[in-house]
T-cell receptor
């Protein structure tokens, strides 16, 4: 399939291990954050979101952590599976319905 | 079956030709967006529309045009003025609650 990014930072993990993907956001006024997963040749898929009045939110096998002090967002994936291999983007909202996207991190899961 | 559809999946443009990418949604979302994705870069906003018959330029609108005559449709035309059109084009829609949902994308290639 097509590559969505040839020069992206890459995280390589063993199947079954936990993965942590990090994102630094730019605007201290941002009040809403989203993580997307993008498989090769496909559109981004919503994973999980968090508002700025929270510092942690959990979903199914995923957890998002928000540190507003250092403007840092992380996505934790528990028991990483081969199907988790993709590019992961964070996005921040600071003006109505407009999102600013990070550059993405490629997650590679080794069997 | 609700969602966002984009067509075609692949599109070939000859030099000097205008081409139109289709985006349709049956989610009853008010807002729709067009992004361009290049390898190694994040998503860049081309145009967006918050309501029918209204749209605004994004960060890289030059060489592109849009229309929003119906709520469910937001076609993007890549004009001959766009000198480097080869990219993956993503359409998204939003109910106005900040989260954007993406279509499967159209890959545009120049012959």
């Amino acid at each position: 399939g097509e590559s969505v990014g040839l020069h992206l930072p890459t995280l390589s993990v063993q199947e079954g291990d936990n993965s942590i993907i990090n994102c630094a956001y730019s605007n201290s006024a941002s009040d809403y954050f989203i993580w997307y997963k993008q498989e090769s040749g496909k559109g981004p898929q919503f994973i999980i979101d968090i508002r700025s009045n929270m510092d942690k939110r959990q979903g199914q096998r995923v957890t998002v952590l928000l540190n507003k002090t250092v403007k840092h967002l992380s996505l934790q994936i528990a028991a990483t599976q081969p199907g988790d291999s993709a590019v992961y983007f964070c996005a921040e909202n600071n003006a109505g319905n407009m999102l600013t996207f990070g550059g993405g991190t490629r997650l590679m899961v080794k069997p | 079956d609700g969602g966002i559809t984009q067509s075609p999946k692949y599109l070939f443009r000859k030099e000097g030709q205008n081409v139109t990418l289709s985006c349709e949604q049956n989610l009853n979302h008010d807002a729709m967006y067009w992004y361009r994705q290049d390898p190694g870069q994040g998503l860049r906003l081309i145009y967006y529309s918050q309501i029918v018959n209204d749209f605004q330029k994004g960060d890289i609108a030059e060489g592109y045009s849009v229309s929003r005559e119906k709520k469910e449709s937001f076609p993007l035309t890549v004009t001959s003025a766009q000198k480097n059109p080869t990219a993956f084009y993503l359409c998204a829609s939003s109910p106005g609650a900040e989260t954007q949902y993406f279509g499967p994308g159209t890959r545009l290639l120049v012959l």
